[in-house]
DNA sequence: AGCACGCCGACT
DNA sequence: GTCGGCGTGCTC
């Protein structure tokens, strides 16, 4: 079926999604002049109650699905479609399949801050336009309301444009009250493509004239000087010149010039491109994928490489061979810090015909990027999950590294995996969909099982290099060699590989699963760990600002200077953690060169990256760090990776600790030795044998593919059957526990096939204050379905205060 | 989600 | 007597 060419009188209606928890499409009447350019995917603004939102049209129709009366659409955000009606369809999937309002969906699919904002400001009314119209308006007055005679402004730019109005609050608040001005909301545009401000000395000011001027202001005075040795950006200047400034430019003795200045996203210059001969595996695995994006063939390819065997490469050349269809290319990441390195790849073969898009962006950047896609300019999309949204009308090819990550998966709105809306749009783009990973989730693996996936195998590392020899140290015994009560932090086996790497010149990168095992303040006499008085999580000592804090929400509190149980003296209270593990490198290895990566550290912005460079460059020694450092950074001069304690994620209350532990194990592993040197990996564990570990030292994914499928099919956990989440919390713990105990009831009513799995509390049992009840319900995908219904429908019906989130493909749950 | 309507306590 | 607490109900 063709779009009509005149659709406009047919189809007066606009059906539109709003951004707000109701999971219904809301009815316009579109005006005439706006009914050509208001297509399916644009953005409008439409009176909602009593005020304006910004909505999506989802549908034009003839008539309205709504009886009432209906309101007019406002105005039109976009002159043409910001979601194309492919992405459109597939949200309206999804906003379904994950029981998400629809209003909700689309607005993660759109570049955050990027349609204009409604803001407060201020009008005049029709006695204050009387008013000036009658010239009654004198003095400060009277120059605000000529401000306003042109239509309603905020404070803010009032404040800008009226300096010499001295207490501008105060005169509108007058103004207000004697019916003059009222309180108007207004549209304010999103971010505008960059201009960098720089102040300089005015055209024709004499030097010594002005400073004459200047010499009772002294802060004018300083600044002016600056700016007379050169002009200089605005935001050097810092918040505190910013008032010097504009007495400056008002006197006349300085001048702001605007530049455009295209942001650069990248940071540095692109590396030399090294492009290299196709090992026979990679030409294997190239050759189908080509094939597919030539034929326009919607398949999925699974590319499964050891670390080290060069998947990367074959990303490239599959983007290349997209861009010489005439089509283009999108690949994600599971992380901000690795699209650096996929960027840098990228921008050396192709240079810079590529965006980037994920959260670190600022609004501005992010919009920027998200048009430079949209218009055509550039070809390429680079991204984290939401990169997925990437506005290309003809993408040839979809790649995603490292697809067994689960930051593929987000968390709220729209809770949707990656993996599976990308299979979505590759489908409707008619491309083939790249999954890549030295360790594919089981999910994934099992649909090459299944044949809905084909697999390629990339077994050996470039130039073949071997994999890294893994040695596993058990702690238990290390324990028993110490004397009693000391704990083993570095086993002796972890100290004398250290020691070896850092006689040959070599590097070493310590491994510290944090979660569960981080900095906790816990009592040496009797084992107590301080807790969150809201959160019952342990409490997280930070040696910074000598406090607790609680991970979940924030809480802080004084170090205590005695156990809080027990009562025993401070000397007693210790923590592990990545602090903890700092120093015991530095008393065993006093020379070395340390560095941190964990999350405290990584709110410094900038500091990763300069830490992963210090690290390649070889000015760093010794890297502690978080899950951070296991992924996908290649530091050719790391001769040792250590694991502090690898079974730690084994504990976690989730069917998947075991996959993951193993994953992660694997990434970090493949850190160790990436040049001509074989590295050695050493990891430490209480349970040896467990098969997530015994088969890492192995390099042995397939067993531990079969051993973890099979536990699988005994459980019915996926990738067999379908499983939903549902997560009830309120400040008072019956309140939780009824409400999870009334969502059961539906479910189990709606679902009889189903297998439910509590309600019980939540590995979280308490966070922010709030009591976490959970429920899980596992069955084939038609009876989790109903059940998920069920849910949503019984989730509205809870009392106020308890509140209930679904998920119907969860990944992380706690 | 917001935002207004509505019905009961401590203040000019 | 009024300002203001947040329960509940609706949004084309």
């Given amino acids: 079926m063709t779009a009509p060419l005149f659709a406009t009188p047919a189809a007066p209606v606009a059906r539109v999604a709003l951004p707000v928890p109701i999971d219904r499409l809301f009815d316009y009447a579109l005006p005439p002049a706006l009914a050509a350019a208001a297509q399916p995917g644009c953005r409008v603004l439409v009176p909602f109650r009593e005020r304006r939102v910004a909505g999506v049209i989802v549908e034009r129709a003839a008539s309205p699905a709504f ?21 459109l369809d597939i949200l309206r999937e999804a906003a379904e399949e994950f029981l998400c309002p629809i209003g909700i969906a689309l607005a993660t699919a759109l570049p955050a801050g990027s349609a204009p904002r409604l803001v407060r400001g201020f009008g005049l009314s029709a006695r204050g336009r009387a008013a000036v119209a009658a010239g009654a308006l004198r003095g400060e007055a009277g120059r605000i309301a000529a401000e306003l005679v042109a239509g309603p402004r905020s404070a803010a730019w009032l404040r800008a444009r009226t300096r010499e109005v001295a207490d501008l609050d105060a005169l509108l608040v007058r103004l207000e009250r004697d019916g003059l ?51 200089t950006p605005v935001g050097e200047l810092g918040g505190a010149a910013s008032r010097a400034l504009r007495e400056l430019v008002a006197r006349g003795f300085a001048a702001i010039r605007e530049r455009e200045a295209p942001r650069d996203v990248f940071g540095e210059p692109p590396p030399a491109d090294a492009r290299v001969t196709l090992t026979a595996d990679q030409a294997a695995a190239l050759e189908p994928i080509c094939d597919a994006i030539r034929l326009r063939r919607a398949e999925t390819f699974l590319v499964h490489g050891v670390t080290g065997s060069g998947k990367t490469e074959v990303y490239l050349r599959a983007v290349d061979e997209a861009l010489r269809a005439g089509r283009q290319a999108l690949l994600l990441v599971p992380e901000i810090t690795l699209t650096h390195q996929i960027v840098a790849r990228l921008r050396a073969r192709f ?141 002796s086996p972890l100290r004398a590989a250290m020691a070896e790497a850092f006689a040959a010149g070599g590097q070493v990168i310590l491994f510290l699963n944090r979660r569960g095992f981080s900095t906790r303040v816990l009592c040496f006499e009797c084992g107590h760990a301080e807790h969150c008085p809201d959160c019952d999580v342990a409490l997280v000592y930070h040696a910074a600002e000598d406090r607790l804090r609680c991970h979940y929400c924030d809480h802080a509190a004084p170090t205590p200077s005695r156990c809080s149980a ?129 088969l890492v030292r192995d390099h042995d994914y397939e067993s531990f593919y079969e051993e973890e499928l099979s536990h699988r099919a005994a459980t019915g956990f996926p990738p067999f059957g379908r499983l939903l989440h549902a997560l009830v919390s309120a400040t008072d713990e019956a309140a939780a526990r009824d409400g999870a105990a009334r969502l059961a009831e539906a479910a189990a009513r709606a679902a009889q096939g189903c297998v439910q799995l509590g309600p019980a509390p939540a590995p979280l049992p308490r966070l922010r204050g709030r009591h976490r009840y959970q429920l899980l319900v596992k069955g084939d995908a038609g009876s989790v379905r109903a059940a998920a219904r069920a849910l949503v429908a019984a989730a509205e019906a809870l009392p106020d205060g308890v509140a209930a989130s679904v998920d119907a493909d969860p990944i992380h749950m706690l």
């Avoid at 309101?71 to 492919?86: C, F, H, I, M, Q």
């Avoid at 968390?411 to 990973?437: M, T």
């Avoid at 027990?566 to 953690?577: E, K």
């Avoid at 079974?647 to 989730?654: E, F």
């Fill in 67 to 87: 009886a009432g009366p209906l309101r007019s659409v406002e105005r039109l955000l976009d002159p043409e479609p910001a979601l194309s009606g492919a992405l």
């Fill in 181 to 231: 001005v009222e309180r108007a909301r207004l549209l304010q545009s999103g971010p505008r493509p960059a201009v960098s401000r720089h102040a300089e000395v005015a055209a024709g000011v004499d030097l010594a004239a002005a400073r004459q001027a200047l010499a009772r202001a002294p802060r004018q005075a300083a600044l002016f000087d600056r700016l007379a040795r050169g002009e």
């Fill in 351 to 491: 240079g810079d015909r590529l965006a980037v898009l994920h959260s670190g962006l600022r609004p501005g950047e992010r919009l920027e990027q998200w048009q430079r896609l949209k218009t055509g300019a550039v070809p390429i999309a680079v991204g984290a999950r939401s990169a997925l949204f990437a506005p290309l009308d003809d993408p040839g090819v979809i790649v995603i590294d490292e697809e067994h990550d689960s930051a593929y998966k987000n968390d709220e709105g729209l809770r949707y995996h990656a993996r599976s809306l990308a299979a979505r749009r590759a489908r409707r783009a008619g491309c083939p969909l790249v999954l890549g990973s030295a360790t594919p989730s089981l999910e994934s693996r099992y649909a090459a099982d299944a044949g809905g996936v084909q697999r390629l195998v990339l077994a050996r590392r470039i130039g073949g290099r071997p994999l890294p020899a893994v040695e596993i140290v058990d702690l238990a015994r290390e324990r028993e060699r110490q004397p009693r009560g000391r704990r083993v932090v570095l086993s």
């Fill in 566 to 694: 027990c009562g025993a003296p401070d000397a007693a209270l210790l923590g592990i953690g990545t602090q903890r593990l700092e120093e015991e490198v530095r008393s065993a290895f006093p020379a070395a060169r340390l560095a941190r990566l964990d999350r405290d550290t990584a709110a410094r912005r900038g500091h990763t990256q300069r830490v992963l460079r210090e690290l390649r460059d070889g000015r760093v020694d010794v890297l502690i760090g978080t899950q951070m450092v296991a992924k996908g950074h290649d530091f050719p001069g790391v001769r040792v990776v250590g694991v502090i304690a690898a079974d730690i994620g084994l504990h976690m209350p989730d069917f998947r600790a075991a996959e993951r532990t193993f994953q992660l194990l694997t990434q970090v592993a493949g850190r160790a030795g990436r040049d001509a040197a074989p590295g050695r990996v050493i990891v430490q564990t209480f349970v040896p044998s467990h098969y997530a570990v015994r």
